[in-house]
């Protein structure tokens, strides 16, 4: 019983650096291709309240801004434990 109790609590390693300027741009990339997404997805573009960005409404901007790095974060460990980066 013991056994099969230490088998399913067994760890994943999963290989990630430190961050880099490559990660950076990664990140960078993949938040500028969510804001596209998101701005050409949405149907209410601009809405009220404004935000500091020309065309994009707060509400567009923040859920631009979380898609991105929720890509970006797969992208980056995808990359990662790939080799890539």
């Given amino acids: 019983m013991i056994n099969s109790i230490l088998l399913a609590a ?11 300027l490559q990660v950076g741009v990664v990140m960078i990339l993949c938040n500028i291709l969510a804001l596209v997404i998101v701005r050409y997805a949405t149907q209410d573009r601009g809405s009220k309240p404004a935000s500091p960005v020309p065309g994009f409404g707060l509400p567009q901007l923040i859920a631009g801004a ?3 790095h929720i890509i970006g974060a797969g992208v980056i460990l995808g990359l990662t434990n790939s080799g890539v980066l």
């Fill in 10 to 20: 067994q760890t994943v390693n999963i290989r990630s650096d430190n961050w880099s």
């Fill in 66 to 68: 979380c898609f991105g």
